[in-house]
């Protein structure tokens, strides 16, 4: 033990003078989570121009700038300018978890100084103050008790476990968990960054966000796209040099399908469709707080959740009684709302034991108000929950106490395990017995038949195998006071099971996420006993728990769904593993021992209403509606984001390569330069943005839902993609080239009508791959507005004179305008063909 420790060992409960708190404030820091030095803002710069996509368009602009190309310089580093923008402001937003550590702090705390109790901020608590604690106080800093009566705490915001634990002398008591009852004097042994508050910060400061899916996905496209962009092109200046073109304007060309061949604006189209994806979630209560991060969702296929606050309501419930006749009820209710149903309606026994545990109770229940939208428990959380059950059989809490007033009383002590309390009105005297099932059931406490006594017994063990915490009650009418206190002879009224309810929703949505193929597991830091019950009724494979007591072996880890006593810090082993087998990994959680786990994950889903702030700043995603079936709608939504990014690659990729084939093959057939770089950089124009902004707001495919996640070393070009950007692209190349062949051998403007042919055959490929209409699926409609201008833009490009002068094109008559629009037709309609016969061959045999 050190110097310090020791003094303060020594130090009476008058706790520190002034000048003592003064030395240890400056020897050790304040009480707080020391905040983390965010990154400069040039270094997230930086981060953002390495993406291969931006590196691309930069050197593209370099080349420009170079030839003295202005227009295309400034077009190019515009969209570098936004994108870069967006990226450092959600880096910011999303670096913010640890600030709201300091925020869950006590902001006061009551300790002596100089012998007197003094009210001071939490932030200059100090190693050896003496802290008052009392019911409601969050404990502003781990602290060893001197004393302590009646001492309950709730320790659910750092283990996630919503049972309150009784601590006593020699306990210790840490930071950020709450006084639930009694009241206590302790002496601080570790603060800020030290304590249990401050190490999980230190986790969560160590954790860093991984690189999504969707980004990952994104940078191997773009290092790909470089090559075959940078090698084509350079081909292309190669052969028209050797055609005897000029080598500035063969540069220019050159460049001109770098820009082609990327689509520049697939940042855009990225995140516009994010944005969308966001504002549908918000609508549908959740809150995308890193935009990347909602199509990660699309990609999940493994959900890790908690228990508490989760899957269920994170507030104790009774959920089971049973009489010492031998009736069974099944209690159902949200919370502590004293309104909800018992199965079978409750007899004789039943509210015998409903009026018993009102009167040995010393909770009370408070309906919802302006600040506390819900029912809420004044006291110990069990005694709240046996007030909801008495008045969820019918009684009134206020006048049954009142028809029996409480006269005597031995409150609960965690060595008797029990409490009774003795009341007396005009006609009666009754005792009133709760606790362990063990004590209360003992024949010291209890005299029955033995029958019924084991009969109980039984009934307590089924209630602990399916993971509630049971109480047993025994009454009777005594001669006195003293009588009742002795606590013996009682009659037994029965059992009441009490537990954290299961959400009504869960097991719905366990089924939703099964049937899209994403894996749920359960962690949690309860008896294994607990979670494999809790398991069962949600509908999670159950057959193996692993429990954290000991260290699992990580095949184990790799299979079970079930994970018990497990801590704050396993829960990243846990998430490691998996992601070690190449799962995309969701972790949903609420308390402040989640949070480094919902920072580690792939995406870390946060409950907000019922949440710790801490939680809600780690996450990416945060439920306002503390709903897990929001999580399915979620995925539902991110799945539509990534299909709607690979509609627009479909789209914008093979309009490129359509462009860098005519360019290619164009001098084959007596065409020295089918395309000028500036008639190339409009097409871009026009196809790459409203059209392709447009295709992010795509509806959802049919049936996105029942399939299963995408292989999480899945290309973004996976599934058949490449195959149809490389015929798409051929077959716009093939009509382009053959309009442009059939007008030079015909003396008509070839080129002007390979470039009015181009542009309007990608926007009708876009029309052709958009989500197929149908009766009660919503629509699109600023696709076809998109297509539309972007029509009658290409065709201005021939028929405006200022436009005609930018570009380099002709007149077109009449019929040469029909040739361009019929020939144009053509790839649109022939993907739209074979995406329709697509749709009528079963997902079953496509997939095989």
């Not at 409960?13 to 803002?41: H, I, K, T």
């Not at 370099?62 to 077009?75: K, R, S, Y």
């Not at 959900?303 to 508490?308: G, H, V």
């Not at 494979?541 to 704050?568: C, H, I, L, M, W």
Request: proline share 7%; with cysteine.
């Amino acid at each position: 033990m050190d110097a310090v420790a020791l003094r303060a060992r020594e130090q009476t409960p008058s706790g520190l003078s002034g000048a003592q708190a003064a030395r240890r404030l400056a020897q050790d820091g304040r009480n707080e989570v020391p905040p983390p030095r965010p990154p400069r803002v040039w270094r997230r710069v930086a981060g953002q121009l390495t993406d291969p996509l931006v590196a691309l368009l930069l050197a593209a602009a370099v080349v420009t700038i170079a030839l003295g190309d202005m227009t295309d310089t400034a077009v190019i580093l515009g969209v570098v300018v936004v994108n870069t923008t967006i990226g450092v402001v959600q880096e910011i937003r999303a670096d913010r978890a640890i600030t709201a550590l300091r925020q869950l702090s006590a902001p006061s705390a009551r300790v002596r100084r100089d012998g007197a109790d003094v009210i001071i901020p939490a932030a200059e608590v100090v190693r050896g103050d003496v802290l008052v604690l009392a019911q409601g106080d969050i404990v502003p800093a781990d602290a060893e008790l001197l004393e302590a009566s009646q001492l309950t705490v709730d320790e659910s915001a750092l283990t996630g476990e919503s049972v309150p634990v009784g601590r006593a002398v020699p306990d210790e008591v840490s930071a950020g968990t709450v006084v639930l009852t009694g009241r206590a004097l302790t002496r601080v042994t570790r603060t800020g960054p030290h304590s249990a508050l401050g190490r999980i910060a230190a986790l969560v400061a160590a954790t860093r966000p991984a690189a999504t899916p969707l980004q990952r996905r994104l940078a191997e496209l773009g290092r790909a796209l470089g090559v075959v962009a940078v090698g084509l092109s350079a081909l292309v200046m190669v052969l028209g040099v050797a055609n005897g073109q000029p080598l500035g304007e063969m540069a220019l060309a050159a460049v001109s399908l770098v820009v082609a061949a990327v689509p520049e604006s697939l940042p855009a189209v990225v995140t516009l469709a994010l944005a969308l994806g966001a504002m549908r979630m918000a609508r549908g209560h959740a809150i995308a707080r890193r935009l990347h991060a909602v199509e990660t969702l699309g990609s999940v296929t493994v959900l890790a959740t908690d228990k508490t606050g989760t899957l269920t309501e994170g507030r104790m419930s009774v959920r089971r009684a049973v009489t010492a006749a031998g009736t069974v009820v099944a209690v159902r209710g949200r919370g502590y709302d004293p309104t909800g149903t018992v199965d079978p309606g409750p007899d004789s026994g039943v509210l015998d034991l409903a009026r018993a545990v009102v009167l040995c109770n010393d909770a009370e229940l408070r309906p919802p108000d302006a600040d506390n939208p819900a029912w809420r428990s004044l006291g110990d959380p069990v005694e709240g929950a046996l007030l909801a059950f008495a008045g969820r059989c019918g009684l009134d809490v206020a006048a049954t106490r009142s028809a029996a007033p409480r006269v005597a009383e031995e409150p609960f002590d965690a060595l008797t395990r029990r409490m009774i309390t003795v009341h007396e009105s005009v006609a009666f005297r009754y005792a009133v017995c709760k606790g362990a099932p063990e004590v209360v059931l003992d024949p010291g406490t209890t005299d029955c038949p033995a029958a019924v006594r084991e009969a109980l017994r039984a009934a307590a063990q089924d209630m602990a195998d399916a993971g509630l915490r049971v109480l047993a009650v025994a009454g009777m009418a005594v001669d006195s006071r003293e009588a009742g206190l002795r606590g013996a002879g009682l009659a037994p009224l029965g059992l009441v099971g009490i537990g954290d309810p299961i959400r009504p929703e869960a097991a719905g949505t366990t089924a939703d996420l099964d049937a899209a193929g994403i894996r749920l597991v359960l962690i949690t830091g309860d008896h294994p006993a607990t979670a494999r019950a809790i398991a069962t009724e949600v509908g999670i494979p159950a057959a193996e728990v692993v429990s954290f007591d000991t260290t699992p072996a990580p095949d184990s880890v790799q299979r079970a769904a079930v994970f018990a006593r497990v801590r704050p810090e396993q829960k990243l082993d846990i998430i490691a593993v998996l992601q070690g087998e190449g799962q995309v990994v969701a972790m949903t959680g609420d308390g402040v021992n989640d949070a480094p786990a919902l920072r580690r994950a792939d995406i870390g889903v946060a409950m907000g209403a019922g949440g710790t702030e801490v939680a809600r700043q780690a996450a990416d995603l945060v439920l306002t509606d503390d709903n897990l079936a929001t999580v399915a709608t979620a995925v539902h939504e991110g799945r539509r984001i990534y299909d709607n990014i690979r509609r627009f690659l479909r789209y914008a990729l093979s309009g490129g390569l359509a462009e860098i084939l005519v360019m290619l093959i164009g001098p084959a057939f007596g065409l020295a330069v089918p395309l000028l770089p500036a008639q190339i950089l409009w097409i871009n124009l026009l196809t790459h943005g409203l059209p392709g902004v447009a295709l992010g707001a795509e509806p959802a495919e049919p049936g996105a839902m029942r399939r299963p996640p995408r292989p999480p070393d899945e290309s973004v070009l996976g599934r058949g993609l490449v195959a149809s950007v490389l015929l798409t692209g051929a077959f716009i190349a093939a009509v382009v080239l053959g309009v442009a062949v059939w007008a030079h051998a015909a003396g008509a403007p070839w080129q002007t009508m390979a470039f009015v042919t181009l542009g309007l055959a990608q926007l009708g490929v876009a029309l052709a791959v958009r989500v197929p209409r149908g009766r009660g699926r919503p629509g699109n409609p600023a696709l076809g507005v998109a297509v539309a201008l972007s029509a009658l833009l290409q065709l201005a490009a021939v028929g405006f004179g200022p436009l005609r002068a930018l570009l380099h094109t002709s007149p077109l008559t009449w019929t040469q305008l029909a040739v361009c629009v019929a020939a144009a037709v053509l790839p649109g309609a022939a993907v739209a063909t074979v995406s329709a016969v697509r749709r009528m061959v079963p997902d079953q045999a496509r997939q095989a």
